[in-house]
T-cell receptor, first 117, second 115 residues
Framework: AQTVTQSQPEMSVQEAETVTLSCTYD???????LFWYKQPPSRQMILVIR??????QNATENRFSVNFQKAAKSFSLKISDSQLGDTAMYFC??????????????FGTGTRLQVTL | SAVISQKPSRDICQRGTSLTIQCQVD?????MFWYRQQPGQSLTLIAT?????????ESGFVIDKFPISRPNLTFSTLTVSNMSPEDSSIYLC????????????FGPGTRLTVL
């Protein structure tokens, strides 16, 4: 079974600054995906970024980038130029390669990020 | 990404009653899932909704309590049966496949309060 750990329950960052959210995971799988999801107060789960385990290059989506360290089983999210709209709960998630129930997501406990003026 | 809608968006129900939540996608998808998010908690998978066959339930969730239907590739329902206050949660459906081959996208969720 997979486990995902987010050790930072809450974080705060000032607008325009950079913040890094941590995530570690445990798995015996070699092929998998990792994701960061954002859940603002509206409760809509929004996919922020995806990383394939076989890719060494870190994924980037505009102001969001990841630091993927496969050997260390670490998958952190960096948010640059933080904006007030980034205020949300952030969940790290793991998914095995495969079809059917193997595609289920395993979530961490989340990090609540507050962006302040 | 797929456009996913859920009905109802929220409801307040009495103990002992049942509620059916609908999930509609704007395109055909391979996989549909139902998750529960208890207050202040992370998401936990309830079951995988299989088209044309019985859903696959995770440990701790049973069909009698959470019957699921998936009559086609764009629609699924989750029923929360014989509700108790402990069932108060956000229920979310997610989809994967079709245009979203290796990503899961979520519906807006249904906030359920059981009195």
């Amino acid at each position: 079974a997979q486990t995902v750990t987010q050790s930072q329950p809450e974080m705060s960052v000032q607008e325009a600054e950079t913040v890094t959210l941590s995530c570690t995971y445990d798995t015996s799988e070699n092929n998998y995906y990792l994701f960061w999801y954002k859940q603002p107060p509206s409760r809509q789960m929004i996919l922020v970024i995806r990383q394939e385990a076989y890719k060494q290059q870190n994924a980037t989506e505009n102001r969001f980038s990841v630091n993927f360290q496969k050997a260390a089983k670490s998958f952190s999210l960096k948010i640059s130029d933080s904006q007030l709209g980034d205020t949300a709960m952030y969940f790290c998630a793991f998914m095995k390669y495969g079809t059917g129930t193997a595609s289920k997501l395993t979530f961490g406990t989340g990090t609540r990020l507050q962006v302040t003026l | 990404s797929a456009v996913i809608s859920q009905k109802p968006s929220r409801d307040i129900c009495q103990r002992g009653t049942s509620l059916t939540i609908q999930c509609q996608v704007d395109s055909q998808v391979t996989m549909m899932f139902w998750y529960r998010q208890q207050p202040g908690q992370s998401l936990t998978l309830i079951a995988t909704a299989n088209q044309g066959s019985e859903a696959t339930y995770e440990s701790g969730f049973v069909i009698d309590k959470f019957p699921i239907s998936r009559p086609n590739l764009t629609f699924s329902t989750l029923t929360v049966s014989n509700m108790s206050p402990e069932d108060s949660s956000i229920y979310l459906c997610s989809v994967q496949g079709g245009r979203t081959y290796n990503e899961q996208f979520f519906g807006p969720g249904t906030r359920l309060t059981v009195l």
